[in-house]
C-alpha cells in the first residue's frame, strides 16, 4: 500500500478564492484493477479554469467538496496493469494534484521531451494557443493582432504564433518586467503594461490602423476597448476572460460591443478539449519553430504540491510569468 498526497476542495467558494478553500490529506491508494496503471506524479498544472470548475459547472461539472482537485499532471508508471504503459512509461494526463495517480490512460511523452514541456508548450496550453490563433484568429501577413495574458502560459505562445505568421504583434501584461520579456525575449513588436495609463488610448498609439485580430484571455475592460478599434473582419479569439473569474459579480458586458456588426467581425469562443485531433498537428508544428529558434516557451515552477492552492491565487494577481507548475 503507497500513500497518495493530495489537495481536496473543502469548502465550495461563494466570493473570492481563498487558500482556506483547500485542504490536504493522505490516502492510501487502491489495487490496481486490470487495464489500469499507477502513475508517480512529478509536475501538475496550475490553470485559471480551476477556478471555475471549484465553483460551478462549466464545460465539466463542478469539482465537489472532499474531491482532489482536477488538473493536468506529468508522472512516471510505477505499477501496471495494462501493457500498454508499462512500468517507467512517461505520460501525461488528468491526473489532479496529488501525488499519486491511478489511471487507464493518457498521452505516452515522446523520448526527448521533458515533463515540463509536456504540460506546457507541448501539451493543452500549446494547443490552445494554436488552435486558437490559428483556427479563429487566422492572422494574416502585415495585419495587427492584439494579444492580452502576453506574458502567460498561452499568451505568450498565440503572439509568438502570429509573429511567424508575419502579423504586428502587441502584447497587453501587467508590469514592465513582463513587457520587457514579451518584447525582448519573444520578440513582440509592442507589449503595453494595462495597469499603467488608459488601455484604449494606448491601444490607440499602439495600432494606429486598428485590430484585426485579438486573442482575448482576459475579458472586461480591455475587451471594451479592443472592440472600440477593431478593423472591418476582424477575428475575435474568445480564449478567457480571466478578468471575470475570481469573485461573484460578473462585470457588465462590453458597450462597444455594437461595433461587431457595422465592422463585420467575428467573435468566437472555445475549448481547447475538443481540439486533440490536432494535437499531433500542433506539437509538430510548435516543436519546427521551436527547433527553427521562432519560438521560446517559459515555465514558471513551484516546488511542493502543498503549494498548489497559492499558486493558483496567484495567477489572480498576475504572479507567473509563462505557465505555472508545481513540482510534487
Ligand atoms: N479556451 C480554452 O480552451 C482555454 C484553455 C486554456 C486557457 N484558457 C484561458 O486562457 C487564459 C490564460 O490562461 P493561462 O493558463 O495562459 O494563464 P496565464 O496567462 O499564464 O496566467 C494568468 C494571467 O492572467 C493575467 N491576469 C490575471 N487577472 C487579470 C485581470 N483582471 N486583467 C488582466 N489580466 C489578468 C495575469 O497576468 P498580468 O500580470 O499580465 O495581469 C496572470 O499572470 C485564461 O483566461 C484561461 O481561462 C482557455
Redesign the pocket.
Known amino acids: 500500500m503507497t500513500t497518495n498526497r493530495r489537495i481536496t476542495l473543502a469548502q465550495t467558494p461563494t466570493d473570492k478564492l481563498a487558500a482556506s478553500d483547500f485542504a490536504d490529506d493522505e490516502i492510501a491508494t487502491p489495487e490496481l484493477e486490470d487495464g489500469q496503471f499507477l502513475l508517480d506524479v512529478k509536475y501538475v498544472s496550475v ?3 480551476i477556478r471555475g470548475w471549484v465553483a460551478y459547472d462549466t464545460y465539466l461539472p463542478k469539482i465537489a467538496e472532499g474531491e482532489v482537485i482536477r488538473a493536468g499532471g506529468a508522472g512516471e508508471v510505477i505499477e501496471s496493469r495494462n501493457t500498454q504503459y508499462p512500468v517507467g512509461t512517461r505520460v501525461t494526463g488528468m491526473t489532479g494534484w496529488q501525488s499519486l495517480a491511478v489511471s487507464d490512460g493518457g498521452f505516452i511523452i515522446p523520448d526527448g521531451v521533458d515533463y515540463t514541456d509536456a504540460l506546457s508548450v507541448f501539451g ?2 500549446g494547443l ?1 494557443a494554436y488552435v ?1 490563433m490559428l483556427n479563429i484568429g487566422k492572422p494574416a501577413e502585415g495585419e495587427t493582432v492584439v494579444v ?9 505562445l498565440a503572439g509568438q504564433i502570429a509573429k511567424i505568421k508575419g502579423a504586428t504583434v502587441i502584447g ?4 514592465p518586467e ?1 513587457c520587457a520579456w514579451v518584447t525582448e525575449e519573444l520578440g513582440f513588436d509592442q507589449c503595453l503594461n ?2 499603467e495609463g488608459h488601455i484604449a488610448r494606448q491601444l490607440h498609439q499602439a495600432c494606429p490602423k486598428g485590430i484585426d485580430v485579438y486573442f482575448d ?4 475592460e ?1 475587451l471594451n476597448a479592443v472592440l472600440g478599434q477593431i478593423r472591418d473582419k476582424a477575428r475575435i479569439v ?6 471575470n ?2 469573485g461573484k459579480e460578473l462585470q457588465p458586458g462590453p458597450a462597444n460591443i455594437v461595433n461587431v456588426v457595422p465592422r463585420r467581425a467575428l467573435l468566437q ?5 475538443d481540439h486533440f485531433d490536432q494535437a499531433r498537428e500542433a506539437s509538430q508544428a510548435l516543436s519546427g519553430w521551436m527547433m527553427a529558434g521562432q519560438l521560446k516557451s517559459r515555465v ?1 515552477v513551484t516546488q511542493g504540491l502543498e503549494n498548489a492552492p497559492t499558486v493558483l491565487l ?11 507548475l508545481v513540482a510534487v
Open positions: 490553470d485559471p479554469t493543452a496550453t490552445t486558437g492580452s495574458g502576453a506574458a502567460g502560459a498561452v499568451g505568450s497587453l501584461a501587467g508590469s513582463k494595462y495597469r484571455n482576459v475579458g472586461g480591455t474568445m480564449c478567457g476572460s480571466i478578468s473569474y475570481d469562443g472555445f475549448i481547447v478539449l514558471d496567484g495567477l489572480f494577481t498576475g504572479a507567473n510569468i509563462g505557465k505555472a
